[in-house]
């Protein structure tokens, strides 16, 4: 049975690629580091590394696994940040999954509310996409999901929270700042940057492109709402994205309108279905709730 300290010395060895660093940054010992990658290889059954020049260098096969190896490290980590936090007497944990663009727009303001009122609360945020974040939420390692609706999980269950629409951020400046809508025929010239068709948003902003009989233009992929802005700002196109990242407050030099025809996007909330709210993530709730756009 593959051991914590295995995974720590497979993994560090993949990233850095020399025994002696490895050995450095888990602070052991380098015949160590050489005894126990030996030891995964026989276990494992196939090999981790091949020498080259005197040098070790992954096989395929090991870098493969180095997802799971970040992702299982992931896990300790989040899990010794619970121990510490309990035994540091704070008064409690809330973990909380969500979007991107759900996570620089919706999220600060309601993490900001909630820690004014449980300053000894210790708060940790991961932000992934749709299927990452209600799969998180299955197995406990949130205690509520923050998403746009997608196909249903039987072990999560949702409540919408508000709702929102896609708009055009453009500079100031630009020739299409005087119209009160944008629609596809107006962006038939323009490099856009949107989300891509991975995505929610990303796939129904291609669809109304579709239906309008006008080619989508994608010049640049973003997953984050305010990643996209930025490059409007450094004069990279324009962008199609949700409204739920406040655009005025850190981007005055930008514009943004509607796009027509209206895309609404729903944003919901995700929790167990098999096991009840804490009381924490109860009162996280009613800050969400009062920070969301009302419909």
């Known amino acids: 049975m593959i051991n914590f300290r295995e995974v720590q010395v497979l993994r560090t060895m993949l990233q850095l690629g020399s025994v002696s660093e490895t050995a450095r940054t888990l602070n052991i010992s380098q015949p160590a580091v050489s005894q126990t990658l030996t030891a995964l290889q026989q276990e494992l059954g196939f090999p981790l590394f091949d020498r080259v020049k005197g040098r070790l260098r992954p096989t395929s096969q090991a870098l493969k696994l180095l997802p799971d190896l970040d992702r299982l490290a992931g896990n300790i980590s989040a899990f010794r940040d619970l121990v510490l936090t309990m035994r540091e007497g704070r008064s409690g944990y809330l973990s909380v999954a969500t979007a991107p663009s759900i996570a620089g727009g919706l999220l600060p303001a ?3 509310r909630f820690r004014r009122m449980h300053p000894d609360v210790y708060v940790g945020i991961h932000a992934g996409g749709v299927r990452d974040t209600m799969d998180r939420v299955a197995r406990g390692q949130a205690d509520l999901g923050i998403v746009q609706p997608a196909e249903g999980n039987v072990i999560v269950h949702s409540t919408e929270l508000c709702a929102g629409t896609v708009i055009c951020v453009m500079p100031a400046g630009h020739r299409l700042r005087g119209r009160e809508t ?10 856009i940057v949107s989300f891509g068709p991975g995505s929610v948003t990303g796939t129904r902003i291609m669809e109304a492109f579709r239906l309008a009989g006008v080619r989508f233009r994608l010049a640049i992929e973003a997953n984050q709402a ?7 700002a450094s004069g990279a196109g324009l962008a199609l994205i949700d409204s739920f990242f ?10 943004q309108r509607p796009f027509r025809p209206e895309i609404r996007l729903r944003v919901q909330v995700v929790v167990p279905e098999s096991r009840p709210l804490s009381k924490l993530a109860r009162e996280f709730m009613t800050e969400l709730e009062a920070v969301a756009p009302k419909s």
């Open 246 to 255: 406040p655009t005025q407050p850190y981007f005055p030099s930008l514009v």
């Open 226 to 232: 305010v990643v996209a802005m930025t490059l409007v």
């Open 110 to 112: 309601a993490v900001t």
């Open 182 to 191: 944008i629609t596809p025929a107006d962006l038939v010239q323009e490099e």
